[in-house]
């Protein structure tokens, strides 16, 4: 049988585990693993969604953690990417057809993994693009997930050499010509700790380095211009309000540091668009589960009100009588007809 998941000296596998792969709707096989925690009682199961480019070896630590406290752990790797099966003969490139292939996988592993086989009750961690894709799903979680943390979601794309719009465009105009399966980009950066952007631990950065080299097969290069096409579309669907309102599940929102001065931009939409109250056939998190709470409204990142002398103000000597229609609800010919009518 082969070796399903991978350990280095410094990062060895958590023991007590069931591991394997799950088949997808359209037939794809994706490496998923469970593991179990030695407390005779569990405390609920987190699933956990990584970013692109990760696998689960990156979460060995974090998984061991978890498990000491008590909480079963499930996890797969996204399809195209880690152990998982790749959608292109170029095994570098991250692809994607559709964004919501991601969420039926989700569904999927839910289904034939995580409701069988683990424990209740079940949270969701999220980190990066796995953020997105939990944002997308939601709406249609709140069944079957009790509380959902995101981790620095993936709703903008940051720290490019072009802009978003410029992106954005090329990866539009690639997928429209059918060259979608294309990266935009061929460079693959060295990883240097110096100036990396994601951690300020040499240990940990240099353990995820040495895992890449001893197990190449497991890394992704540049994502293909559908990828990037379908992650924009993604992004601009779940931070409108009427998505972010249909999304019942307690959750708390960690963004990365600086977030607040995106705010208007692509950053912190959770923060502008607060859960719904809580009613009375809901319960109140409790601050002792993980993932619960409210997030803090902050005053200074509300988004800009119109100010009193900048509303449309109306035209003196024409005041409308009081049992009149207000003529903005009407189109201008019907509002003149009623008031000729009237006069």
Known sequence: MDQVLYSTPDNPAPENRTEGFFETHDGHQLRYAVFRSSALVAKGTVVILHGRNEYIEKYFETIRDLTAKGLWVATFDMRGQGGSQRLLKSRNHGHIRRFVDYERDLDTFLEKVVLPDTRLPFYLLAHSTGGLIALSAAPYLTTRIDRMVLSAPFIGLTGQS??????????????????????????????????????????????????????????????????????????????????????????????????CRALHGAGAALALFPRRPVGANQRRPSRDLPGTGYLPRRRSCRPPRLHSRQRRRRKPGRRRPRHVTRPLLLTGRLARLIKDQQG
């Open 162 to 259: 072009a802009s978003p719009r410029v992106i954005r465009a090329l990866a539009g105009t690639l997928t429209a010509l059918g060259l979608g399966f294309l990266p935009l980009t061929s460079k693959l950066k060295e990883p240097n700790f110096s100036d990396n952007p994601l951690t300020s631990d040499e240990h940990r950065f240099e353990r995820n380095v040495a895992m890449m080299k001893a197990h190449p097969e497991l890394t992704l290069g540049p994502p293909t211009a559908r990828w990037l096409i379908e992650a924009f579309r993604t992004m601009d669907r779940v931070t409108s309000p009427y998505h972010l309102f249909s999304i019942t599940i307690d959750h708390r929102h960690r963004p990365d540091a600086g977030r």
